[in-house]
């Protein structure tokens, strides 16, 4: 059984930082392509940030966190890590770690406008971002 465990979220104030960490368990390929998502209540999830291995290798962020946002990943820990710095209080949301399997792991064109992309998903971590 594939999962994901999310980490790292809290109360922070605007302009603080957060590290969140998602552990996997039970497949290393979910390692593959992985992103972070969020989602605030009453809102449409939103793609964060991803990172690819494989051909489509390389990191993606969304345009309002370019900049200030670093997704990472360890392997041999079977760990993901999104550095969240400078943080805003519209980014307050509860933030899902996700992983994708075979050939939707191949293009990452639509690495963060497409959630159905990932078949696995953590329970999520809640991020409140005070002002």
């Known amino acids: 059984q594939v999962q994901l465990e999310e980490s790292g979220g809290g109360p922070v104030q605007a302009g603080g930082s957060l590290r969140l960490s998602c552990v996997t368990s039970?497949?290393?390929?979910?390692?593959?392509?992985m992103a972070w998502f969020r989602q605030a209540p009453g809102e449409e999830r939103e793609g964060v940030a991803a990172?690819?291995?494989?051909?489509?290798?390389?990191?993606y962020y969304s345009d309002s966190v370019k900049g200030r946002f670093t997704i990472s990943q360890d392997k041999a820990k079977n760990t993901m890590y999104l550095q969240m710095n400078n943080l805003k209080s519209e980014e307050s949301a509860t933030y899902y770690c996700?992983?994708?399997?075979?050939?939707?792991?191949?293009?990452?064109?639509?690495?963060?406008?497409?959630?159905?992309?990932?078949?696995?998903w953590g329970q999520g971590t809640q991020v409140t971002v005070s002002s």
């Open positions: 996700a992983a994708g399997l075979g050939w939707l792991c191949l293009d990452a064109t639509q690495s963060l406008s497409d959630a159905s992309k990932y078949t696995y």
């Open positions: 039970g497949y290393d390929d979910v390692m593959s392509c």
């Open positions: 990172i690819y291995t494989g051909d489509a290798t390389g990191t």
